[in-house]
């Protein structure tokens, strides 16, 4: 099964220790102390839409997809409830086609990191990078491999397969440690990662 698939089924079982309730606290952070502007912007993976309606809500012009039709229902619901405009849809980042150079700045919490194989990696960065405008911006928030050994918790990946993904398509603006904004009492150690398209 695809990780589109994989993803597909946690919703229906409700298997989802990734859903949370406020915006995570790294991307207001990025968003307010980098050159982030409001712009076409594009979230990949967006789950049950809580980062896409925090950057509707802060100007930015979001389309926001993601494989699960669970998720998304749930992100329009909260949207609604919101009054905020964003555009969200289902589709598979991977397989579907998405236009060339229409994004301004592109953006994923846990989509990225999903993926076990560098081929993949490689290749979701350089779909990324071709979804993006010139110097287009992507951030990312992924499982950091330096952290404690867990008994359960998200993909963690090391700086070299950061490094080894996002060659030749981006260069690399930011690469810090944090840990992931949610509801938890430990939250994972994570990466945030900030590139521009070369
Ligand atoms: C770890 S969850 C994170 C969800 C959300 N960003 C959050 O932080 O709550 C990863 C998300 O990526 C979505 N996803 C995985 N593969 C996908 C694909 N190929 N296309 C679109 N979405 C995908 C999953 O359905 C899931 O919602």
């Not at 980062?51 to 802060?58: H, P, R, S, T």
């Not at 919101?82 to 589709?91: E, M, Q």
């Not at 060659?167 to 938890?184: A, C, I, M, R, W």
């Amino acid at each position: 099964m695809d990780t589109c698939n994989r993803f597909v089924d946690r919703y229906k079982t409700g298997n989802t220790p990734w859903v949370h309730t406020d915006p995570d606290f790294n991307l207001i952070d990025m968003v307010e102390n980098w050159p982030i502007y409001p712009g076409k912007t594009l979230e990949i993976g967006c789950g049950t839409g809580v980062e896409a309606i925090y950057l509707a809500k802060n100007g930015f012009d979001v389309t926001a997809i993601d494989g699960s039709r669970i998720a998304i229902n749930k992100a329009i619901e909260a949207a609604k409830e919101g009054g905020v405009n964003c555009n969200f849809k289902v589709a598979d980042f991977q397989n579907d086609e998405f236009p060339s150079g229409e994004f301004d700045f592109a953006f994923d919490r846990g989509f990225f990191h999903s993926f076990d194989t560098e081929k993949e990696r490689k290749d979701v960065a350089g779909k990324i990078a071709e979804s993006l405008s010139e110097r287009g911006l992507w951030l990312t928030l992924m499982g950091n491999a330096d952290a404690p050994p867990r008994d359960s918790g998200p993909p963690m990946r090391s700086a070299q397969d950061i490094v080894n993904a996002i060659e030749p398509y981006f260069k690399l603006l930011t690469l810090t440690v944090s840990h992931f904004g949610n509801d938890q009492e430990n939250p994972p150690r994570i990466w945030v990662c900030l590139m521009r398209k070369r």
